[in-house]
């Protein structure tokens, strides 16, 4: 008889585990953003979100593994963006889950919860690291790399929201 193979395998399960991506709280998506970002602890300028931030979650199996919060502030470059601008800060992935679309989805969600918002368009500091990340769902780069004390090279990014 040929051996079963895959999941139907006695003592074999195959575990699927649905990404749920939702608005969230601070106290819940903190804990990633700041393991992600400030491995060495906080940096002299840190500053917790506005009461009036909105904060986006990914979770897999109850734990979050993706984040991001909007912030109300105005674009602090040169040159027109629509407005009102919010500002994207902290956007994290867990390192054991990048590169399969988690932080795509909080992006994208982060986007849809600004728009439903009447915000006019989204701006951040990027990570030189990241931008292809953030361009690659349409953000625009805007200006010189500079230098974020304390964490490395960084752009201004941002992103038209609605049809232009
Ligand atoms: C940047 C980050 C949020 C991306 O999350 P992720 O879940 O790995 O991204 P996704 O898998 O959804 O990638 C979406 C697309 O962006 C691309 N991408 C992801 N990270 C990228 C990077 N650093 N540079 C260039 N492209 C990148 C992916 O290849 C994918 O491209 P595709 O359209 O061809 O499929 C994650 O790597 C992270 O948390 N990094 C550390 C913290 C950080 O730098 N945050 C940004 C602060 S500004």
Redesign the pocket.
Known sequence: MAPSTGPSRPGHTLAIVELVVRGAELDEVRPLQLA??RPNGPLPGDRLPPADALHVAALRDGSVI?AATLVPEAWPGHGVVRQPSWRLRS???AEA????????AVLDRAVELAVSRGVGSLW?E??S?????YQ?SGWTVDGDEWIKAGIGPHRYIHRYLGSP
Do not use: I, P
Not at 97 to 104: F, K, L, T
Not at 129 to 133: E, K, Q, T
């Open positions: 992600v970002l993706g956007m994290v992935v889950e990048r590169g399969s679309g988690v932080g795509r951040a990027a990570r690291s990241a931008l292809g990340f690659r």
